[in-house]
């Protein structure tokens, strides 16, 4: 299949390229710069250049692909307060996109997840992207939604949950986390990752719903107990009113998410074999940039 791929460059995109060139797809990487460019052609991958805005351009890849992976997302936009902003132009991508493949049983492969009756109403603005994609569902798309762990871990982590969190860490001293810190984030690794969005690519049927995560639910206190373990700090109990100030530019410290895999390894036969949250946490790279 020929496979177009937004974010082919970034964090997940990178590893995702590669898997889907070594099951023998044509790929063709999306890339708003120089820079990001030749990361995708030393990937071995054709470079579409554009970025998230240029609607047309997306149009005109995806009518020439037998396959979408849109994995491209202004992360920066959630850092500096316009999360609602960012997924809104991302319904519009989604839109854009699905619009071309409407009848074609063509694929497409986003981030989401979540069955209809649970998005209809829900509070986070990327539900709604995930109720787009039911809806062409109904329209002849092959839509897959994979729904991709909150700590995707690995090397290739930049900007991350645990990149965030170590920031916050280091510049106030504490490990902090919300209350008896029970509430757990759904962890796993890059390249395990990858393999489901490249396996999901040929297996997955129209409407299907995967998940990345190897580790269904890490507690963050666990976490934070690594970090400040890590770090020669404490790690620090946080009532809500402190955590919502400590915490101001990463909004998802309380979160809860727990994510099975039990489906997804049954449907596509796939088998994590790359190192959990803590053994990446105790091999020291996250610490040394």
């Avoid at 890339?31 to 460019?37: F, K, L, T």
């Avoid at 991302?90 to 694929?107: N, Q, R």
Wanted: glycine share 12%; charged share 20%; net charge negative.
């Amino acid at each position: 299949m020929r496979v177009f791929v937004t974010g082919a460059s970034g964090h997940i995109g990178s590893a995702v390229v590669p898997e889907l060139i070594h099951a023998g797809h044509d790929v063709v990487g999306l890339a708003r710069s120089d820079e990001a460019a030749a990361t995708v052609r030393a990937m071995g991958a054709e470079v579409s250049r554009g970025n998230l805005t240029d609607l047309d351009g997306l149009r005109e890849a995806a009518r020439n692909a037998d396959a979408v992976v849109h994995l491209g997302f202004q992360h920066e936009g959630i850092a500096s307060g316009r999360f609602a902003e960012v997924a809104a132009q991302d319904e519009e991508v989604v839109h854009a996109i699905c619009g071309e493949l409407v009848d074609t049983g063509k694929a497409f492969l986003g981030i989401g997840l979540g069955r209809v009756e649970d998005l209809v109403n829900h509070r986070n603005p990327r539900a709604k992207v995930a109720l787009a994609l039911h809806g062409y569902t109904e329209r002849g798309v092959r839509t897959v939604l994979v729904a991709v762990p909150n700590v995707t871990h690995g090397e290739r982590d930049r900007n991350g949950f645990i990149p965030q969190y170590l920031r916050i860490a280091r510049r106030s001293g504490v490990a902090g986390y919300l209350g008896d810190g029970a509430n757990t984030w759904a962890a796993g690794h890059t390249l395990d990752v990858a393999r489901v969005w490249a396996l999901a690519v040929e297996k997955a049927p129209a409407g299907s719903q995967v998940t990345g995560a190897t580790e269904a639910g890490v507690p963050v206190r666990t976490i934070a107990e690594s970090v400040a373990r890590h770090l020669g700090i404490e790690a620090v109990s946080m009532s809500a009113q402190r955590a919502a100030e400590h915490f101001r530019a990463f909004p998802f410290i309380g979160i809860d998410v727990k994510m099975s895999n039990q489906a997804t390894r049954e449907l596509l036969g796939w088998e994590p074999t790359h190192p959990t949250l803590l053994a990446d946490l105790d091999a020291g790279f996250y610490f040394n940039r």
